[in-house]
């Protein structure tokens, strides 16, 4: 019973320092404030990697669910269908080249 409780201690520790890695603040009910990428920050839940659901701010404020990914960002929230593309001067270069 002991090590139960050590292995869920550990845990939790780990699940708040991932958190806090990316600049996230924690609150009552697994709720983030996290940056999603530069322009973009959600309060709300992260349900995976790149999916988020909770009250976006950036270009235009909404709620409801934003999918990150690389330069891409699609959003659907309560105002409709969202797209959002960064484009940098200085592209990474690709590792299939």
Avoid: C, Y
């Amino acid at each position: 019973m002991l090590m139960l409780g050590a292995a869920m201690a550990t845990l939790a520790h780990a699940e708040e320092r991932d958190a806090f890695a990316f600049g996230a603040q924690r609150f009552v009910g697994g709720v983030l404030d996290q940056d999603v990428d530069h322009a973009t920050r959600v309060v709300g839940w992260k349900l995976s990697d790149r999916v988020f659901f909770g009250r976006r701010s950036g270009d235009i404020d909404d709620f409801g669910f934003v999918l990150h990914d690389g330069d891409t960002q699609w959003s659907f929230t309560e105002s409709g269908l969202g797209w959002r593309r960064s484009v940098s001067l200085f592209p990474r270069a690709r590792a299939n080249r």
